[in-house]
């Protein structure tokens, strides 16, 4: 975004004012801006306590392997019975998620 919103005229230029905003924590205090300015509460970058957390975990995938193209297919499907739908104005609840992958945790 940097190299494409033309603050510097070559891709590596842009490469190196990332890492460099990385390294002396700008980037990270734009990114605590932009989450208070979206209503969330910055403290929870420092102390991810403060994140909500879901209050139960199912499994929606079978435990056979599944071939890509059905992996796939599921796992959209598996998005979408996370999302209910629902109105514009409704709710979105943050502690839900989705793990993916073969490996759970739980």
Request: charged content about 35%; some cysteine; aromatic content about 6%.
């Given at each position: 975004m940097i190299f494409l919103g033309k603050?510097?005229?070559t891709l590596d230029?842009?490469?190196?004012?990332a890492l460099q905003k990385l390294a002396d924590g700008?980037?990270?205090?734009?990114?605590?801006?932009?989450?208070?300015?979206?209503?969330?509460?910055?403290r929870a970058l420092?102390?991810?306590?403060?994140?909500?957390?879901?209050?139960?975990?199912?499994?929606?995938?079978?435990?056979?392997r599944l071939r890509d193209a059905d992996r796939r297919r599921r796992h959209w499907s598996s998005l979408g019975l996370m999302v209910p739908v629902g109105?514009?104005?409704?709710?979105?609840?943050?502690?839900?998620?989705?793990?993916l992958g073969s490996q759970s945790r739980r």
């Open positions: 603050i510097v005229p230029d842009a490469r190196e004012l700008s980037a990270f205090r734009k990114f605590r801006d932009c989450v208070t300015a979206q209503g969330g509460d910055p420092d102390k991810f306590e403060l994140l909500p957390n879901a209050t139960g975990c199912g499994k929606l995938l079978p435990t056979r109105e514009k104005d409704d709710k979105i609840d943050p502690a839900v998620g989705v793990i």
